[in-house]
């Protein structure tokens, strides 16, 4: 019988920067790294080397957006999944054996209701923090709550508003075997902002980062084609 054994966090202090600088900036660059954490390049790529030979990073190819330039772009590396149980983790075989039970006594509802209430106290979080932090987005706002709770969250600009991004999920592993979990998250964003929102990837389903679409109503009111083709 084969027992998982979970990862051991780096030994070494400056790997264990490395790698937490992934975990909360998300796949990044070997130079982003050496820049991020004030280190050269060949150290940054030292403990690269070691992180991917224990398997708690790998490399990936970066996307592309508009036309690419000479040369091949510089690699991204991103944490895997046994990378991310390196840092403390929030959930366990008991949480686990917990939620099954639920699901067999009280069925999918009330895991749903499980769900739901572990992220109730989000909105109370968030008129606390709106009022202490009044430069901050709505959207801003909520990451700062989510980071509170384990989720290296953060907010970028999107194309028709914002991103709500998450480089971390502090209960993968049960999400993965029970997505309510991610549904009430999803639905209490919603909720807290008043108005419809878009989960587009979860690390609980094998992405890098917990990604939730806010659209910006105010732009997409005038960019809604009518069914002649024309924009509205």
Known sequence: MTLDVPAEPPKDTTRERVARSILENGPST????????????????RHLDQLLEEGQVEPREPRAHGARGRGRPA????????????????????????LRFLAETGGEEAVMAFARRRVATFEAE?????????????????AVIFSRH??????????VGEQLCQQHCPVAHVAHEFPQLCEAETEVISRILGRHVQRLATIAHGDGVCTTCIPDTTRLSGSIPDKNGASS
Not at 31 to 45: H, K, N, Q, S
Not at 75 to 97: C, E, M, N, S
Not at 151 to 159: D, E, F, L
């Open 75 to 98: 690699k991204l590396f991103a944490l895997t999944p046994a990378g991310r149980d390196a840092f403390d983790q929030h959930y366990d075989d008991l949480a686990v054996d917990a």
């Open 30 to 45: 070997a130079a982003a790294l050496a820049a991020r954490l004030e280190l050269t390049p060949a150290a940054v790529r």
């Open 150 to 159: 384990g989720y290296a969250a953060s907010v970028r600009q999107a194309p």
């Open 126 to 142: 968030f008129a606390e923090v709106s009022a202490s932090h009044p430069d901050l987005s709505p959207a801003e706002v909520l």
